[in-house]
Nanobody
Framework: QVELAESGGGSVQAGGSLRLSCAISGPIASVNCLGWFRQAPGKEREGVAVGYSGTNHTFYADSVKGRFTVSLDNAKNTMTLQINTLKPEDTAVYYC??????????????????WGQGTQVTVSS
């Protein structure tokens, strides 16, 4: 079973930056898609950045394009999300997720069967 663990969340002021990391373990060869999602209080979980494992083929939500960058270090089995120019509306719990071999890689949470426990990002104005 694929396991994921996020780290790097915290509290920052608007305009600041954070770097989230996701450690991935288990049968990684079975993973076709990796991604970052977030869920704010009272809102549905939404995809922010996803990509096909082992490629540079990535997709971003319109709300984060130009500010968020996802990268995958295959050697270290780690996925990171660099978040720049943070806004108060970025406040949420951020999750990393993985999808199995037949998963179509897009921003829909239902595509992903493996999830980390989440890390809180809080942005103050």
């Amino acid at each position: 079973q694929v396991e994921l663990a996020e780290s790097g969340g915290g509290s920052v002021q608007a305009g600041g930056s954070l770097r989230l990391s996701c450690a991935i373990s288990g049968p990684i060869a079975s993973v076709n898609c990796l991604g970052w999602f977030r869920q704010a209080p009272g809102k549905e979980r939404e995809g922010v950045a996803v990509g096909y494992s082992g490629t540079n083929h990535t997709f971003y939500a319109d709300s984060v394009k130009g500010r968020f960058t996802v990268s995958l270090d295959n050697a270290k089995n780690t996925m990171t999300l660099q978040i720049n120019t943070l806004k108060p509306e970025d406040t949420a719990v951020y999750y990393c997720a993985a999808g199995g071999p037949a998963v179509r890689c897009d921003l829909s949470p239902v595509r992903f069967g493996y999830w980390g426990q989440g890390t809180q990002v809080t942005v103050s104005s």
